[in-house]
């Protein structure tokens, strides 16, 4: 079925998140934080990393991509960079963005985007 397909890892379904985490992060960090970090369930390491600016007081915001959903992930991963999550969001699965929806509400996928997700896990 199409959602096993796009939960499992061996698919590698890119998951993009933003990230507001406490502490400076300074763009050359970056590297550092590309090369990935060993969880207590094993190696993480992100797909992507990009710095998204200053947050409010003394945060730093940052989209991460992963390929895996494992549970709290991204806040494991930035904890074991030195730097607690204040804020997360995902704001893309494979091809499908968030949009404008806020905390709570939803929508009906388009016949266009189901059909993008299948070609994602072919």
Do not use: I
């Amino acid at each position: 079925p199409l959602t096993h397909r796009l939960l499992h890892p061996r698919y590698g379904v890119p998951r993009v998140y933003e990230a507001e985490v406490a502490g400076g992060v300074r763009s050359n960090d970056l590297a550092r934080w590309r090369r990935g970090v060993m969880l207590d369930d094993g190696p993480a390491r992100p797909l992507a990393v990009a710095w998204f600016g200053r947050g409010q007081g003394a945060t730093t915001r940052l989209r991460l991509t992963f390929a895996e959903g494992r549970k709290h992930e991204v806040k494991r991963y930035c904890a074991a960079m030195g730097h607690r999550v204040v804020h997360l969001r995902r704001t893309a699965f494979g091809p499908v963005a968030l949009g404008h929806l806020r905390p709570g509400q939803w929508r009906a996928l388009t016949p266009g985007e189901v059909a993008k997700l299948r070609e994602t896990v072919v």
